[in-house]
Nanobody, 123 residues
């Protein structure tokens, strides 16, 4: 069992930056695949970025070059550095984790989820 707690959301102007954190606790949490998803009002949850235990990363095309996912296994924490934010990045951002994930971009493949943190980008 893994517990995930996100932090770092807030209100930022377009072009600004935010860094989200997701602290994981529980057995062998540093061995898990970690990912960020987001959900805007009226839209389905969508993949943002993922990172494996070895540090391999995967990004959605919409955030590639602007967002960076990283992890500190000693702290059991994964980060999402977001730069050049756009109003369309506004959403609730969720951290997800699982031990083995066949498709990093598929939300249904993750068993563990945080409660979400709101990111609002004003134009």
């Amino acid at each position: 069992q893994v517990q995930l707690v996100e932090s770092g959301g807030g209100l930022v102007q377009a072009g600004g930056s935010l860094r989200l954190s997701c602290a994981a606790s529980g057995r062998s949490s540093s061995s898990y695949v970690m990912a960020w998803f987001r959900q805007a009002p009226g839209k389905e949850r969508e993949f943002v970025a993922a990172i494996t235990m070895s540090g391999r990363t995967n990004y959605a095309d919409s955030v590639k070059g602007r967002f960076t996912i990283s992890r500190d296994n000693a702290k059991n924490t994964v980060y999402l550095q977001m730069r050049v934010l756009k109003p369309e990045d506004t959403a609730v951002y969720y951290c997800a984790a699982d031990l083995i994930v066949a498709d990093l971009r598929e939300a249904s493949k993750y068993d563990y989820w945080g409660q979400g943190t709101q990111v609002t980008v004003s134009s």
